[in-house]
C-alpha cells in the first residue's frame, strides 16, 4: 500500500469546517490520523476571504495557515483554461474558479474534497467521499 495522497479542498469543505458544520472537522481529522496532507488552491482562500463575516478574520487565518498553499503557477492556469474550452466543447459550463481548483489538484497529483461532484465531473480528478 502506498504513501496516502494529499488532499485539496474545495471551499465548500472549508466553509463547513469554519462554520462546524456537516462533521467537517472530524472528517478532516481522520484525513490526517490517516496521513494525508490537506492543502488549499489560492483560489480557494480568495473565495473563502470574499465571504467571510465580521469576526471570521483571525480563526479563518489561523485555520488557514495549517494548511499547504498551492499558488496558481502559470502551468495550472494553462491547465484550468483547456480543462474549461474542453468541457465547454462538450457542452458543459464549469466556472474558471473551479477549473482553477481541479487544475492544482491535477498538476500537484492531489485528490479533492468536494460538495459540488457536479462542477468536477469530467476533469479525472479524484473525488473523495465526504459525510
Same mark, same amino acid.
Given at each position: 500500500m502506498g504513501t496516502p495522497a494529499g488532499v485539496l479542498l474545495d471551499t465548500s469543505v472549508l466553509i463547513d469546517v469554519l462554520r462546524n458544520r456537516n462533521q467537517r472537522r472530524s472528517y478532516l481529522a481522520g484525513l490526517?490520523?490517516?496521513g494525508h496532507a490537506l492543502a488549499i488552491s489560492t483560489m480557494s482562500v480568495a473565495e473563502i476571504h470574499s465571504g467571510l463575516r465580521p469576526g471570521e478574520e483571525k480563526v479563518t487565518k489561523g485555520f488557514l495557515n495549517n494548511l499547504i498553499w498551492y499558488p496558481v503557477s502559470g502551468a495550472i492556469a494553462e491547465?484550468? !483554461? !483547456?480543462?474549461k474550452a474542453s468541457l465547454r466543447r462538450q457542452g458543459h459550463t464549469r466556472s474558471l474558479a473551479d477549473m482553477i481548483v481541479a487544475a492544482t489538484a491535477l498538476e500537484n497529483g492531489l485528490d479533492l474534497a468536494t460538495d459540488n461532484r457536479k462542477d468536477f465531473a469530467g476533469t479525472g480528478l479524484v473525488l473523495l467521499e465526504l459525510p
Open positions: 490526517l490520523n490517516t491547465r484550468a !483554461g !483547456g480543462l
